[in-house]
């Protein structure tokens, strides 16, 4: 067996300063082309990185003001998810922050629902799905980690009266739906620090210029998609992250809550490994053998009995 040793590194000296004087973390942040301290320290702490504005991303402008206009005109309005967990993760965080935002800005409230079609259904917008919630209503219909490539399906919604928003993370087609906004990092230049958000991520961006506050209360949403839909955890990725695991181990959720303690988690020690091989395959569980919305349910209840009547499909599904 032959062993292929690293090159060595020049370290400078304010660098391992800025790395807690460890050589090891020192040479390893030069590896991945980490350079100066100030690098180092939005790296390796995220108190100390500078997140990105969320209008950086191409059309979200055209989203957030297309969404509050809806919200304020009493518009009935649907989250169309996808069934993995980043989609799950995705369509809670938006129907949390279009339903608070709705209390907000009128007194009865905007209509508010989501959709999440089977695995049977398969991936991405369908023209059968929308005719339904279009007759049911539904004049906004807001993806996430999903719609991208969706051309025909935009052009059908549109032709029936209602609007479509694309927020999504996967690779465009060579020709962009013709949707009131297409929210997709793809569309960002290369090495862009919000390049990598997965489906969770960019709907937090959506949320975060929304309503800041009800964002940062959803981030340990954004931290369990994330994870679970391997993201490359680079730039705004890696600190919402940083961030979300935080706010996992202190989640306020039943859904959570009662998850934890069916997988003999201890709240306090939840780590990355957990999401991915833990709490990621559970929410998984659900779109490959059942119905993924009652993932998005299970995020969202205050109900301590649905919690863990879910919690325990949940449970059973895994163990299939």
């Known amino acids: 067996m032959i062993w292929i040793e690293p090159e060595s590194v020049q370290v400078p000296a304010p660098l391992r300063e800025a790395a807690g004087g460890s050589a090891l973390v020192a040479e390893t942040l030069v590896r ?10 939005a790296f390796l702490d995220p108190n100390a990185y500078v997140p990105s504005d969320p209008k950086d991303l191409p059309d979200l402008a055209l989203a957030a003001e297309r969404v509050e206009q809806a919200i304020r005109r009493g518009e009935k309005i649907v989250v169309w998810g996808d ?4 989609g799950q ?21 905007s209509a508010v629902s989501f959709h999440i079609p ?14 339904q919630l279009v007759a049911q209503g539904a004049r906004l219909i807001v993806t996430c980690d999903t719609g991208v490539t969706a051309l025909d399906a935009v052009v059908h919604a549109r032709d029936l009266g ?4 694309i927020t999504d993370h996967h690779v465009p087609g060579p020709e962009l739906p013709p949707a009131v906004a297409v929210v997709n990092p793809h569309r960002l230049p290369d090495g862009h620090p919000l390049a990598t958000l ?74 990355e490994e957990h999401v991915g091989f833990v709490l990621g ?8 053998l059942a119905d993924a919305a009652a993932g998005v349910t299970l995020l969202m209840t205050e109900d301590p009995t649905r919690a863990r009547l879910l919690a325990s499909e949940i449970e059973g599904l895994n163990a299939r």
């Open 198 to 271: 997965p489906g969770v991520g960019v709907a937090y961006q959506l949320a975060r210029a929304l309503d800041p506050g009800s964002a940062d209360r959803a981030l340990d949403l954004v931290a369990l998609g994330t994870v679970a839909d391997v993201a490359t955890l680079t730039g705004d990725t890696r600190y919402l992250v940083q961030r979300g695991l935080h706010a996992l181990r202190h989640s306020r959720r039943l859904g959570l809550q009662t998850l934890y303690k069916l997988a003999d988690l201890n709240p306090a020690g939840i780590t």
């Open 118 to 131: 089977t695995r049977q259904d398969g991936h991405g917008l369908h023209r059968e799905g929308l005719a």
């Open 162 to 165: 209602a609007e479509v928003i």
């Open 83 to 86: 069934f993995d967990a980043d």
């Open 281 to 288: 395959p559970r929410l998984n569980a659900l779109g490959r």
């Open 32 to 41: 991945r082309g980490i350079l100066t301290p100030n690098t180092a320290r």
């Open 89 to 109: 993760t995705a369509t809670a965080l938006l129907l949390e922050t279009f339903q608070s935002l709705s209390q907000l800005f009128t007194h009865e409230g």
